[in-house]
């Protein structure tokens, strides 16, 4: 089993930033791919936002047009989702996911973006 625990999510002006922190516990050992989700509203299922594998190979959704930057650690302890630039379709929840022979998510953190 693999434990996540999201932060830092919370309420931004518009073109402000928000760094979002994922902490894994338990059987990380074959973990080989890090990553972040979101659901936002009126758009049915999760979306990639950004994601890291073991190799520091990342991939990043369409929409985040170099505006996110996700870095992991050596440990594969944390995985980090610094916020750029943020819009108001950005608001919504964002998940951590871990994968290594299935998925493990996190509970969410809600992002609100909004004057």
């Known amino acids: 089993q693999v434990h996540l625990v999201e932060s830092g999510g919370g309420l931004v002006q518009p073109g402000g930033s928000l760094r979002l922190s994922c902490a894994a516990s338990?059987?990380?050992?074959?973990?080989?791919?890090m990553g972040w989700y979101r659901q936002v509203p009126d758009n049915g299922g999760r979306e990639l936002v950004a994601?890291?594998?073991?190799?520091?190979?990342?991939q990043y959704g369409d929409f985040v047009n170099g505006r996110f930057v996700i870095t992991r650690d050596g440990a594969k302890t944390t995985v980090d989702l610094q916020m750029n630039s943020l819009e108001p379709e950005d608001t919504g929840v964002y998940y951590c996911?871990?994968?290594?022979?299935?998925?493990?998510w996190g509970q969410g953190t809600q992002v609100t973006v909004s004057k």
């Open positions: 338990g059987a990380i050992s074959l973990v080989y791919r």
């Open positions: 996911q871990f994968r290594q022979w299935r998925e493990y």
């Open positions: 994601w890291i594998n073991t190799d520091n190979n990342t």
